[in-house]
């Protein structure tokens, strides 16, 4: 039962390509099987949020063809899977339909693997250098400000 363990963590990370990779174990459980459908679908949201987090908060307009070759739906679904997942409070956004783009402002807090505390303690040094140099920015500006 160690794939069923597998299937399980693959399916928390919206990984499409690795649970096709263990569809022949899983497929063999009939419960798996006969939900065969929704336990896509649950990957494909979750592969949706985790597209989300790993982008930049200042970068999270996403392209429907992006999406798609995420969570391995054909661009006429992305539509559809964005709306189920702000329907869920999966994400907030906004979809846009003439421009193919998703524009996501949040993404519903989870559980963390120590790859995403690394990733989310970057952004947060990043962040905080930006700053910092816009207080040094301002602090220069001061004298200027105050003689005008």
């Known amino acids: 039962k160690q794939w069923y363990q597998r299937r399980v ?3 928390a990370g919206g990984d499409m390509n690795k649970l096709e ?4 174990q899983w497929s063999q459980q009939p419960d798996l099987a006969r939900n065969e459908v929704a336990l896509k679908q649950k990957c494909a949201l979750l592969g949706l949020m985790e597209l989300t987090f790993n982008k930049a ?3 999270r307009s996403i392209p429907f063809s992006e999406v798609a070759a995420a969570v391995k739906l054909p661009v006429d679904e ?3 899977l964005v709306m189920k997942a702000i ?3 999966l994400v907030r956004g906004s ?3 003439c421009d193919k783009v998703v524009n996501l402002t949040w993404v519903q807090p989870r559980v ?8 989310m303690n970057k952004r947060i040094i990043e962040w905080a250098e930006s700053v ?3 207080v040094q920015d301002v602090e220069r500006q001061i004298p200027e400000l105050l003689c005008n």
């Not at 990779?21 to 022949?24: G, H, N, S, Y």
């Not at 963390?112 to 990733?119: N, V």
């Open 9 to 11: 963590a693959i399916t």
């Open 21 to 24: 990779q263990l569809q022949p």
């Open 57 to 59: 908060s200042s970068s």
């Open 78 to 80: 992305v539509e559809l």
């Open 87 to 89: 329907s869920l409070n």
């Open 95 to 97: 979809i846009d339909e």
């Open 112 to 119: 963390l693997d120590l790859s995403q505390i690394k990733e």
């Open 132 to 134: 910092e140099k816009t």
